[in-house]
């Protein structure tokens, strides 16, 4: 791109030619195929062909580039010599990240404090208190605690339980058998990582026995992620007094005064029956085996931040064996990683301040305002939609709140104790520091200006329960926004994406939403009706879609996210003829191609990806997004005008069948 200034990462690397070679580009297309048959072929067939998987990765598409594209940039940030108390705490943590003659010395030594809060005997009369002190430090056996805005009371904050405790990525893991090899392999790596922690094989083979099988009550009792869609289903208000009743052998109260959480009134369960499953096998399992599990989880969570070889264990369980991944990331890009997920407002200060530009914020809230325009007159003509819910719609999407680029604040770390020698130590006084932070504010007024997501993340969100739009200054550059690219390019890009969160607020399950973010049924019965009916056509047409060989789409796990693409891409498409008509004069092909050609083009190339089989295979199971290949597809060739911009006068697949808005 002309004009640009040249950024050099600390390899020499030009991250200008990078940002110029990500983003969307007609070369990446295969012409020669049908847009009609493949337009994910047509779209981005030569890239595909020409871009394939680095060893390091289990997927390579247009997300992965830009990642890479902001890595480098954190790192050079991490490693550059300044000043000031931020940037010690960063430049420290990155050293201990990356000092290994240390971390190779201490080998175990790390984790023994947290081994020894864990007794063998008598565990079950100190569990609440010790489970509490092993949940701060962000190692979570048998379920979650965290903080959010109350789902039914949105102007505070409430503490929520929800279910987890599995090593594996999904209760399927665990009972499906399409991952039985996956099951032995799991087995065969418990056994092999006690081993490595000093026990004999006869024993750790013992030990793998017991956390296989108790990890296996758990997932049967564990909702499958289509349950976990239900806002509903998922939201059961207790008093502190009611769950100490119901799960006796939990303690909830000790637990909750230990998680300095003792002063909330109540716990928003979100699973009931799986905290049954754990009472009961509190109440029945013998202390060692408890015992067994909970140090399983400090030793299990710990191994990426310890040894060589432990770390190696553990990536050739989750990369190699569950996701196909062949090599595991070079270690600078792990600490980057780790740092932003520990530091995130403090290292996205820091990159925003280098890389993030109020021309390109100013930018952004043109296109959202245009867009909301779209979404706010398709509201008001819609014709399934009955007038009283109508009013209500509309008044919801009135209060919606926007957030670009970075939080008007930034997080203050300063209280966290970060030593350039303690690698894990860092992690876990980090996780201490959120987890009390969570605990904190229960009880209290929502924040409307925190993140869920940290600055140089390359993603976007909608948040329900604060009914807001969030867009992270690390996915408002090319391939998702470029102010030097067209308008068609990036309405299809980021506009897309814009219009995407927007319909988040009305899918199937934000329209469960008021416009106080409140879960609250203000649908008239026959509007839910036509709702659901629509809602069923796009289940049963993306369920239909084989992905691998007798694995197809989960249509009621992504419909949620399947029709917030078929709204993205048919808003924003409106939104850009509203644009071009208003300024008629940018109305001008482009290397070859007319803006709505353009606009599709780019819309698929933003989906461009190749993927490994277990990665696949991991993303149908457990996902909420269709395969890559499908949201670059479905969206576009079901449009209206998909036809008409590719020459041809009707759509064999029906256009604008799957329309819901």
Same mark, same amino acid.
């Given at each position: 791109?002309?004009?640009?200034?040249?950024?050099?990462?600390?390899?020499?690397?030009?991250?200008?030619?990078?940002?110029?070679?990500?983003?969307?580009?007609?070369?990446?297309?295969?012409? #020669?195929?049908?847009?009609?048959?493949?337009?994910?072929?047509?779209?981005?067939?030569?890239?595909?062909?020409?871009?394939?998987?680095?060893?390091?990765?289990?997927?390579?598409?247009?997300?992965?580039?830009?990642?890479?594209?902001?890595?480098?940039?954190?790192?050079?940030?991490?490693?550059?010599?300044?000043?000031?108390?931020?940037?010690?705490?960063?430049?420290?943590?990155?050293?201990?990240?990356?000092?290994?003659?240390?971390?190779?010395?201490?080998?175990?030594?790390?984790?023994?404090?947290?081994?020894?809060?864990?007794?063998?005997?008598?565990?079950?009369?100190?569990?609440? *208190?010790?489970?509490?002190?092993?949940?701060?430090?962000?190692?979570?056996?048998?379920?979650?605690?965290?903080?959010?805005?109350?789902?039914?009371?949105?102007?505070?904050?409430?503490?929520?339980?929800?279910?987890?405790?599995?090593?594996?990525?999904?209760?399927?893991?665990?009972?499906?058998?399409?991952?039985?090899?996956?099951?032995?392999?799991?087995?065969?790596?418990?056994?092999?990582?006690?081993?490595?922690?000093?026990?004999? #094989?006869?024993?750790?083979?013992?030990?793998?026995?017991?956390?296989?099988?108790?990890?296996?009550?758990?997932?049967?009792?564990?909702?499958?992620?289509?349950?976990?869609?239900?806002?509903?289903?998922?939201?059961?208000?207790?008093?502190?007094?009611?769950?100490?009743?119901?799960?006796?052998?939990?303690?909830?109260?000790?637990?909750?005064?230990?998680?300095?959480?003792?002063?909330?009134?109540?716990?928003?369960?979100?699973?009931?029956?799986?905290?049954?499953?754990?009472?009961?096998?509190?109440?029945?399992?013998?202390?060692?085996?408890?015992?067994?599990?909970?140090?399983?989880?400090?030793?299990?969570? *710990?191994?990426?931040?310890?040894?060589?070889?432990?770390?190696?264990?553990?990536?050739?369980?989750?990369?190699?064996?569950?996701?196909?991944?062949?090599?595991?990331?070079?270690?600078?890009?792990?600490?980057?990683?780790? =740092?932003?997920?520990?530091?995130?407002?403090?290292?996205?200060?820091?990159?925003?301040?280098?890389?993030?530009?109020?021309?390109?914020?100013?930018?952004?809230?043109?296109?959202?305002?245009?867009? *909301?325009?779209?979404?706010?007159?398709?509201?008001?003509?819609?014709?399934?939609?009955?007038?009283?819910?109508?009013?209500?719609?509309?008044?919801?999407?009135?209060?919606?709140?926007?957030?670009?680029?970075?939080?008007?604040?930034?997080?203050?770390?300063?209280?966290?104790?970060?030593?350039?020698?303690?690698?894990?130590?860092?992690?876990?006084?980090?996780?201490? /520091?959120?987890?009390?932070?969570?605990?904190?504010?229960?009880?209290?007024?929502?924040?409307?200006?925190?993140?869920?997501?940290?600055?140089?993340?390359?993603?976007?969100?909608?948040?329900?329960?604060?009914?807001?739009?969030?867009?992270?200054?690390?996915?408002?550059?090319?391939?998702?926004?470029?102010?030097?690219?067209?308008?068609?390019?990036?309405?299809?890009?980021?506009?897309?994406?814009?219009?995407?969160?927007?319909?988040?607020?009305?899918?199937?399950?934000?329209?469960?939403?008021?416009?106080?973010?409140?879960?609250?049924?203000?649908?008239?019965?026959?509007?839910?009706?036509?709702?659901?009916?629509?809602?069923?056509?796009?289940?049963?047409?993306?369920?239909?879609?084989?992905?691998?060989?007798?694995?197809?789409?989960?249509?009621?796990?992504?419909?949620?996210?399947? =029709?917030?693409?078929?709204?993205?891409?048919?808003?924003?498409?409106?939104?850009?003829?509203?644009?071009?008509?208003?300024?008629?004069?940018?109305?001008?092909?482009?290397?070859?191609?007319?803006?709505?050609?353009?606009?599709?083009?780019?819309?698929?190339?933003?989906?461009?990806?190749?993927?490994?089989?277990?990665?696949?295979?991991?993303?149908?199971?457990?996902?909420?997004?269709?395969?890559?290949?499908?949201?670059?597809?479905?969206?576009?060739?079901?449009?209206?005008? /998909?036809?008409?911009?590719?020459?041809?006068?009707?759509?064999?697949?029906?256009?604008?069948?799957?329309?819901?808005?």
């Amino acid at each position: 791109m002309k004009g640009k200034s040249v950024n050099h990462d600390v390899n020499g690397n030009d991250t200008a030619k990078d940002e110029e070679s990500i983003g969307f580009s007609t070369s990446f297309m295969m012409k #020669e195929t049908d847009p009609f048959s493949d337009f994910f072929t047509y779209a981005n067939g030569k890239w595909i062909r020409d871009h394939p998987i680095p060893e390091d990765r289990s997927e390579w598409g247009a997300f992965s580039e830009l990642y890479e594209l902001n890595m480098k940039r954190l790192r050079k940030l991490l490693e550059e010599n300044q000043s000031g108390r931020e940037r010690k705490q960063l430049t420290d943590f990155y050293e201990s990240a990356m000092d290994t003659v240390v971390i190779e010395k201490l080998r175990f030594q790390p984790i023994q404090k947290y081994m020894n809060l864990i007794p063998l005997q008598d565990l079950k009369k100190t569990l609440p *208190s010790i489970l509490a002190q092993i949940h701060s430090m962000g190692i979570f056996p048998f379920f979650y605690a965290y903080s959010q805005a109350d789902e039914k009371n949105s102007s505070v904050y409430a503490l929520y339980i929800y279910q987890g405790g599995l090593s594996l990525p999904d209760r399927e893991y665990y009972l499906s058998e399409t991952f039985s090899q996956l099951r032995r392999e799991f087995r065969d790596y418990v056994q092999k990582v006690f081993t490595l922690y000093g026990e004999d #094989e006869e024993t750790s083979g013992k030990y793998a026995e017991t956390i296989v099988n108790l990890e296996t009550r758990m997932a049967r009792e564990s909702r499958s992620r289509v349950d976990l869609r239900d806002p509903e289903k998922n939201y059961n208000r207790m008093s502190v007094q009611e769950l100490s009743q119901k799960y006796p052998h939990l303690g909830f109260s000790t637990y909750l005064n230990a998680l300095g959480a003792g002063n909330t009134e109540y716990v928003v369960v979100g699973q009931p029956e799986f905290l049954d499953e754990i009472n009961s096998l509190v109440s029945r399992s013998e202390n060692a085996d408890l015992a067994l599990y909970m140090k399983w989880n400090v030793i299990n969570s *710990s191994l990426p931040y310890l040894f060589r070889e432990a770390e190696e264990m553990h990536f050739n369980m989750y990369g190699r064996k569950i996701r196909g991944q062949p090599s595991i990331e070079p270690r600078w890009k792990r600490a980057v990683n780790i =740092i932003d997920a520990c530091l995130g407002e403090s290292l996205g200060k820091l990159y925003v301040e280098r890389y993030f530009t109020e021309e390109s914020r100013q930018k952004m809230a043109e296109l959202i305002s245009d867009i *909301s325009s779209v979404f706010s007159d398709r509201l008001k003509r819609i014709t399934w939609m009955g007038d009283s819910t109508r009013e209500l719609a509309l008044k919801k999407f009135g209060k919606l709140r926007v957030k670009i680029g970075n939080p008007k604040k930034f997080r203050d770390y300063s209280s966290i104790t970060i030593k350039p020698d303690d690698y894990l130590g860092n992690v876990r006084r980090s996780a201490s /520091f959120e987890m009390k932070r969570q605990m904190t504010r229960v009880g209290r007024s929502v924040d409307p200006d925190e993140w869920m997501m940290t600055p140089p993340t390359v993603n976007a969100y909608y948040s329900p329960p604060d009914n807001e739009i969030v867009f992270p200054a690390g996915i408002l550059q090319p391939p998702y926004f470029d102010p030097e690219m067209d308008d068609a390019v990036n309405y299809g890009a980021v506009g897309a994406v814009i219009s995407h969160e927007i319909t988040h607020g009305f899918d199937d399950q934000g329209r469960k939403y008021d416009d106080n973010g409140n879960i609250r049924d203000w649908w008239t019965p026959e509007d839910s009706r036509r709702f659901e009916e629509l809602a069923e056509n796009v289940v049963e047409t993306y369920g239909a879609l084989e992905a691998l060989p007798g694995m197809k789409v989960n249509g009621r796990l992504t419909l949620g996210e399947n =029709i917030a693409d078929l709204g993205g891409v048919s808003i924003a498409f409106e939104a850009l003829q509203r644009h071009l008509k208003r300024h008629p004069e940018r109305r001008v092909n482009v290397d070859g191609f007319t803006p709505e050609q353009r606009f599709f083009l780019s819309w698929a190339q933003v989906w461009r990806e190749n993927i490994r089989d277990d990665e696949l295979k991991l993303r149908l199971t457990m996902d909420p997004h269709s395969p890559n290949r499908f949201r670059a597809t479905i969206p576009a060739v079901n449009h209206a005008a /998909f036809p008409s911009a590719f020459g041809r006068e009707t759509n064999a697949s029906g256009s604008g069948s799957l329309q819901v808005w």
